[in-house]
């Protein structure tokens, strides 16, 4: 087995237990969600995975469904709940993902999902960012999360893919 079924199968191992130890939290969770914002308590979307093929990502809801008067949807600020700050803050939100990572369209560790809008912005270096699964975390989400600038997340992401190793993983894991 080489390295990348390694790396698979520690995602799955590591997927199944976390699933498990986080299901009493993620039911929680969902109570709360369904108390405060009603149906439905996960949020799913459609983002790039690896070679650029889309895939549907899970997250729990942090946002209500809030219109304006002509019906269209205000600002993410304005529609994202006191209790779905919290999970974005913590990362709680983003527990489903791992129900990804067990089917295979992500992996625990890489260059987070992005929206497939982007696919035609990339510059043919930064698109390289597809050669690997998307991960729960990445080296740009431990280096910066939202603070650095497209540029050097793009970067950082494909310093990822160019030097990916299992214990770099652990590493990364480790610091998220």
Do not use: C
Request: avoid cysteine; charged fraction near 25%; hydrophobic fraction near 45%.
């Amino acid at each position: 087995m080489g390295r990348e079924g390694v790396k698979r199968a520690v995602d799955v191992v590591a997927a199944v237990s976390a699933l498990i130890l986080a299901s009493p939290a993620v039911a929680i969770i969902a109570v709360a969600i369904r108390a405060t914002m009603g149906r439905p308590v996960v949020f799913t979307q459609v983002r790039s995975g690896r070679d650029g093929e889309p895939f549907r990502l899970h997250k729990l809801r942090t946002m209500r469904d809030d219109r304006d008067a002509d019906g269209n949807l205000r600002s993410d600020e304005a529609r994202v709940t006191r209790f779905g700050g919290w999970l974005r803050a913590t990362s709680l939100d983003e527990l489903p993902e791992l129900v990804n990572v067990l089917r295979g369209d992500m992996s625990l560790v890489g260059p987070r999902p992005l929206l497939p809008a982007y696919l035609d912005r990339y510059t043919p270096e930064q698109a390289r960012r597809h050669e690997v699964r998307p991960g729960l975390t990445g080296l740009a989400q431990v280096e910066g999360r939202n603070v650095l600038t497209w540029e050097h997340r793009l970067a950082l992401d494909v310093a990822y893919v160019d030097s990916w190793t299992l214990w770099g993983d652990a590493k990364l894991l480790a610091r998220t």
